[in-house]
């Protein structure tokens, strides 16, 4: 079992930045693909990002190319998500997920192995 704790969020004002963080634990949490979801008010939840285990693949949505940028510390089973340029449209409960399967995150899997809490983030205009 993977356990994941996010933080980072906060207030921001539109055009600013936040920097997420994911702490993955477990025995296995090396071997998963990690990415981050998003859930806004009224609103399903909706793909963000992901990175494979070895943190040589990426997958972004659309709506956040250019602007968001995922990464990950191996060393510290963690995983970041560096928002640029923020909209107030990127306001939304943000949470984390971890599969052995890269792209049963890209596609929203239903069944991904584990979550996060979440962390909101409101973007102010």
């Known amino acids: 079992q993977v356990q994941l704790v996010e933080s980072g969020g906060g207030l921001v004002q539109a055009g600013g930045s936040l920097r997420l963080s994911c702490a993955a634990s477990?025995?296995?949490?090396?071997?998963?693909?990690m990415g981050w979801f998003r859930q806004a008010p009224g609103k399903d939840r909706e793909f963000v990002t992901t990175i494979n285990w070895r943190g040589s693949s990426t997958h972004y949505a659309d709506s956040v190319k250019g602007r968001f940028t995922i990464s990950r510390d191996i060393t510290k089973n963690t995983v970041y998500l560096q928002m640029d340029s923020l909209k107030p449209e990127d306001t939304a409960v943000y949470y984390c997920?971890?599969?052995?399967?890269?792209?049963?995150?890209?596609?929203?899997?239903?069944?991904?192995?584990?979550w996060g809490q979440g962390t909101a983030v409101t973007v102010a205009s």
């Open positions: 477990g025995r296995t949490v090396s071997s998963y693909a």
């Open positions: 997920a971890a599969d052995p399967d890269y792209w049963r995150i890209v596609n929203g899997a239903p069944d991904i192995a584990s």
